[in-house]
């Protein structure tokens, strides 16, 4: 019998650390997956992952000290996500132990116990409702709501719908009102699906077809052309397999209709995972999917890291998004995961957009993925039409020009919306002295800092730090900075010159930052009450709104002349999606775009073509410019207080790969200070590498990252796998 345990514990080393089973522990008892306490170092008792079982190890028995405790009496990590973690923690050269702290909910790392609560849901008494009752307005709310739902309706459903609901639930229980009941049999009733057009149909069979099977398909259709419907209608094949479906969008706060549209078409309990969840509710979560009680789980990235107990499929709306990397600690895709992930479980992975990365469209080309395309929106809406505006004949400091403010009006007197776009929040970029030209600056970033003039603040968007401010220039003393340039804010005070009667609605992270902010703004504009609409790319992520027919966008220029790599594809991305939201079924929409660049080719490109003919123009550039996806890049990223030293670590490390690897197989780059050079206080450096061979390239980076040069407490240092960007 093995007597000795690999155990994985939360630090930054690349290996297990073995155990020995104390005498009074029997070998029967332990398995792959439970939890053990280690002591470690001198006095430190850590929670740590049995990930083997042997009776040999390099280390001297006598030297190895024993567990302290076995924390669970089954596997608490099924087979399944274990491997995948580990594989995740190879994939990405991110130590194991670390890994799984990144992974697994935090209560599971502390030890926490984990039973899985039964899911229960609320519904109506059978008490009669009478004179007698007198109840508060919320009350009466969440009675009607109950109404609606005669089998019943998850806690965490009624909390979208109502606020304070833990509260009004308990005061209708104690009054014997409502119940709360167990989940039993669910998902006899058949729900009421649309009828599906032929490429819809389509779409729904072909990937139906295929539901036991490792199936990736790209699926690929406009906003409004279905899909969540498509997503829908398979789904209700996986819950009749009784299988689970996980389903990743890119951020739940900003799209509260689609989990209500999921909530109300199924029976079966759904949970969400994101962000904002208690450490107790996320347990719960984690508990009750791997036991198989809930049937879909929707989430943010984390949630790819959700055990299930018979997982059908994973769809991966809005694919493209960049909230999908992870960008500190493990450096992981949950999309690319979910691919991997399905392929290990053998099951279908649909990755759905309007504007699909030009890494997936590749895979589809390359016939590694189905495409599959929506070719029309579902209700025949007609395509938008274009135009520019040469902003540099309009007059100095009129951000909004004379076209789009006549082209304004005109919508309102049709009654019908306009959707502003402007990818800068807050009042203004630039806040200046016109005496002496002091200019509010990040001491810790060296940017300049964005001025708040609802909150009288300075921000940096880089490290979040903010200031009061008085609009007295610290340098000479002059009464009266001027903040230059125009974010969300300035361009909602000039509309609302312009526009006095209008009702304006500013959409940015400031003003849906509160719990159901974005919901009480979404039904706002649903309901006819707001006429224009100011936002960033929030405002671009999934919403279709019915009566937006013009959209203008205040001002594309910084995209187009990004220094990434990525920059084009991310830029042609957002103005799609902002473009997309013009047009509706009776009336075609038009698009205004303010520019000083009028003749760019990329905006020309994408005006006249479409992005399907931008991305396939650009992937030739790619393919020129050996660029993913036509090879595969890492990127070793150092800081430091002191510039020159994360550069010299760099260089040292560079050295240390070209003593160790073949030029064939890799290609290092010299280290370059980052484009964004200072952040928190610390500047930044980095060191490319590039292959056409991923293999080889992850061979190398196994050799060579336990060689890198100690570097101390002077540099902090970070491998990135596949990154999103060298910035
Ligand atoms: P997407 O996810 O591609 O943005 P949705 O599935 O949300 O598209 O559909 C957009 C709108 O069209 C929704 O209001 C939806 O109810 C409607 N819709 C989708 N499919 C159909 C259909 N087959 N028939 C009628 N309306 C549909
Ligand atoms: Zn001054
Ligand atoms: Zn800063």
């Known amino acids: ?29 332990v398995q792959i997956g439970i939890r053990v306490k280690v002591p470690f170092g001198a006095s430190r008792k850590l929670v740590g992952i049995v990930i083997g079982l042997t009776d040999k190890t390099n280390i001297p028995t006598s030297k190895l000290k024993p567990i302290s405790a076995l924390l669970d009496s089954s596997p608490l990590i099924p087979q399944e ?31 926490k116990n984990t039973q899985s609560d039964a899911v229960t849901v609320w519904r109506l008494a059978e008490m009669e409702l009478n004179s007698q009752h007198k109840l508060t307005e919320q009350q009466q709310k969440l009675i009607q709501l109950l109404q609606q739902y005669p089998q019943g309706i998850a806690k965490s459903a009624i909390e979208n719908q109502l606020k304070n609901a833990g509260i009004t639930l308990r005061s209708l229980e104690k009054k014997g009102l409502i119940i709360q009941e167990e989940v ?37 259709g406009v906003t409004g052309s279905g899909k969540t419907e498509v997503y829908l209608q398979i789904i209700q094949q996986v819950i009749e397999q009784n299988k689970q479906t996980l389903l990743l969008i890119p951020e ?15 029976q079966v309990p759904i949970a969400v995972i994101h962000s904002k969840l208690s450490m107790q509710e996320r347990l719960q979560t984690w508990l009750q999917a791997r036991d198989g009680k809930i049937s879909i789980i929707i989430g943010t990235r984390s949630a790819i890291w959700t055990p299930f107990l018979k997982l059908g499929i994973i769809i991966v709306d809005e694919e493209h998004d960049d909230s999908y990397k992870q960008q500190n600690s493990l450096r992981y895709s949950a999309r690319n995961i979910a691919i991997v992930r399905a392929q290990k479980l053998n099951i279908p992975v649909i990755l759905g957009s309007a504007t699909p990365s030009l890494e997936s469209l590749y895979n589809a080309k390359q016939g590694r993925y189905q495409h599959i395309v929506l070719p029309e929106r579902a209700g025949v809406a007609l395509h938008p039409a274009f135009k520019i505006i040469n902003m540099q004949h309009q007059q100095a400091n009129y951000p909004i020009s004379q076209v789009l403010q006549n082209n304004i009006q005109a919508c309102l007197d049709q009654q019908q919306q306009v959707l502003l776009f402007i990818n800068r929040r807050g009042y203004a970029p630039i806040l200046q002295c016109p005496s002496c030209e002091w200019v509010a600056q990040c001491t810790d970033c060296e940017i300049n800092m964005t001025y708040h003039k609802m909150t009288q603040t300075l921000h940096c968007h880089h490290c979040n730090k903010q200031y009061s ?29 312009y526009f006095p009667e209008a009702c304006i609605l500013r959409i940015d992270s400031d003003s849906t930052s509160r719990k159901h902010a974005m919901s009480d703004l979404i039904n706002k504009i649903n309901a006819g009450e ?11 992520k999934g919403h279709h709104f019915e009566n937006v027919t013009l959209v203008g966008v205040i001002n594309i220029d910084g995209g187009l002349f990004g220094a990434d790599y990525r920059s084009a594809e991310q830029m042609a991305q957002l103005f799609t999606q902002v473009s997309g939201r013009a047009g509706r079924v009776e009336k075609k929409g038009l698009v205004i775009v303010q520019t000083f660049f009028p003749d760019h080719p990329l905006l020309k490109h994408l005006i006249q073509k479409g992005y399907h003919a931008f991305a396939h123009e650009h992937l030739i550039e790619r393919e020129l410019t050996a660029y ?24 040292m490390a560079r050295l240390e790969a070209k003593y160790l690897i073949d030029d064939e197989v890799m290609q290092l780059h010299a280290p370059i200070e980052a484009p964004i050079q200072k952040r928190v206080g610390k500047y930044r450096a980095q060191l490319l590498l590039q292959s056409s061979n991923r293999t080889l390239l992850h061979e190398s980076l196994s050799q060579w990252l336990p060689k890198l ?3 101390g407490k002077k540099i902090h240092w970070s491998l990135d796998v596949d990154p999103i960007d060298l910035l």
């Open 81 to 111: 996500l274990l491997q995948l973690i580990q594989w995740a923690s190879r994939y990405y050269h991110y130590p194991l132990g670390m890994a799984f702290d990144v992974a697994l909910p935090s209560s599971l790392m502390q030890g």
């Open 252 to 266: 739940i706060n900003l799209t509260p209709q689609t989990v209500a549209r999921f909530r109300q078409r199924y």
């Open 1 to 29: 019998m093995p007597t000795i345990l690999q155990v994985s514990i939360p630090v930054a080393l690349y290996t297990s650390f073995d155990y020995l089973l104390p005498a009074h522990i029997s070998p029967a008892s």
């Open 469 to 497: 401010v008085d609009l007295i220039c610290p340098q000479c003393q002059h009464p009266q900075l001027k903040p230059l340039g125009q974010g969300t804010e300035r361009i909602e005070e000039i509309l609302q010159q």
């Open 530 to 540: 707001a006429d224009i609409l100011v936002g960033t790319q929030i405002l671009a």
């Open 184 to 220: 039993g049999q669910y998902g006899s009733e058949q729900p009421q699906h649309l009828r599906l057009n032929s490429a819809q149909k389509q779409a729904v069979n072909q990937v139906c077809a295929h539901l036991n099977q490792f199936y990736p398909s790209l699926l690929d």
């Open 628 to 651: 993913p996806p036509f090879s595969y890049l890492a990127v070793l990223r150092a800081e430091s207080a002191i510039k020159e030293d994360a550069l010299h670590f760099l260089e």
């Open 709 to 711: 040069p100690s570097s």
